[in-house]
């Protein structure tokens, strides 16, 4: 294959699949792919279940995550990528995990350009990803709302907004009474605040997702989520599969997005919209970036708030909502800004010679 060689890393412990509920690993996912349309190679570094496009060098996935869990993993990721840095030539190394800084390229492979994108809230990384002291590991943020959060020095970050293949979205399933959360269920999502909003809006709720093995999630499920649940109309239902979750985005009235933490993006919300769905979400990082108020649907200050605007869901228009995530959202455009980064980087570096990143007519979709 002709093209720039580029090593992914994800984040440890979520497999980078179709039906993993995060964003990091679903923009790796795509990442990979558009690079392989692209003739690239692309080598990807992740958990036990995972399924990409190109060449999958496989880690553990442990059950419960603590701190021998973390340092276990370190260990492994480490070695993967002395291992692939030392196999064969590698352009770039492309990053993705919250705890990066852990499994850096050292010693001579730290001459390898490094791109980190910061998929989370600033304030969850360790503050020395700011002061590195090298040169070539690029960060990069996912949205103009993070950006502002990062210490002023670092005020020319690129911003590469997330995308979503929106022609996957493309369903002709009616709409149902009912309004759906989907994501990682843990305390900073506030689904049981999504729940509170429901009952008091007399609308069913669904909740797709997984609850990963770390002690707070777990409790959080246990003690804010289920005793709201009774199986009927208030359902938790386990993680999605594409097209499952494709089929409930496109029948819901709409998407409950009730985070408390700054979120970073939301692919979720992105997929909403090119199902034609319209999104309710608290005023939470980029949230207001991606929903156009009254217009591809409402943000709110709290669960009465969502409650009421729930009601109203109906009077947004689902075509406006799609063409809001064909014209801003799309994964090729995404794909389109990390390659010219790419580039940039890589040119940027003495002593590596690449060949331009450019997708297949730079208007096809991935797939």
């Keep these: ?32 792919e558009a690079l392989v349309e692209a003739g690239a190679v692309s080598t990807v570094i992740a958990c036990r279940g995972s399924k990409v496009r190109g060449n999958l060098v496989e880690t553990g996935r442990p059950g419960k995550i603590d ?47 490094v ?19 090298r040169p070539n590991v690029h960060l990069q943020c996912v949205s103009y709302s993070q950006l502002r959060l990062c210490p002023p020095e670092f005020a020319e970050i690129p911003v590469i907004e997330n995308g979503v293949d929106v022609n996957r979205f493309s369903t002709g399933i009616s709409r149902r009474c009912f ?30 997702g997984e609850v990963f ?37 496109s029948a ?28 309710i979400a608290f005023p939470a990082g980029a949230l207001p970036e991606i929903v156009e108020h009254g217009k591809t649907g409402f943000i709110v200050e709290d669960v009465r708030g969502m409650a009421e605007a729930m009601k109203h869901a109906d009077r947004i228009d689902p075509d406006e909502c799609r063409r809001a995530a064909a014209g801003r959202f799309s994964a090729n455009r995404m794909a389109s800004g990390y390659f010219g980064l790419y580039n940039k980087i890589i040119e940027r570096s003495s002593g590596y010679k690449h060949a331009s990143a450019t997708l297949p007519g730079q208007a096809r979709q991935i797939r």
């Design 1 to 32: 294959m002709k093209g720039i060689t580029v090593l992914s890393i994800a984040y440890p412990f979520a497999p980078v699949r179709e039906d993993t509920a995060g964003g990091a690993e679903q923009v790796l996912r795509y990442m990979d």
């Design 67 to 113: 701190d021998s869990a973390r340092s276990r993993a370190y260990r492994e990721i480490k070695a993967a990528v002395d291992y692939c840095l030392d196999a064969y030539p590698v352009d770039l190394v492309h990053m993705h995990g919250l705890d990066f800084d852990n499994y850096l390229p050292d010693g001579p492979a730290a001459a390898v350009p």
């Design 115 to 133: 791109l980190a994108t910061l998929h989370l809230p600033i304030t969850f990384y360790n503050p020395a990803v700011f002061d590195l002291g």
């Design 179 to 208: 309004a759906l959360s989907l994501g990682r269920v843990c305390p900073e999502k506030g689904f049981h605040l999504a729940l509170d909003a429901a009952r008091l809006a007399g609308m069913p709720l669904f909740i797709g």
């Design 213 to 249: 093995g770390y002690e707070a999630h777990e409790t959080y499920y246990r003690e804010s989520i289920a005793p709201r649940l009774d199986g009927s109309r208030y359902r938790f239902l386990g993680p999605l599969g594409l097209a499952r979750k494709r089929r409930l985005l």
């Design 252 to 279: 819901a009235r709409c998407l409950l997005a009730p985070s408390l933490a700054a979120e970073t993006s939301s692919l979720v919300a992105m997929e909403a919209l090119a199902c034609g769905t319209p999104v």
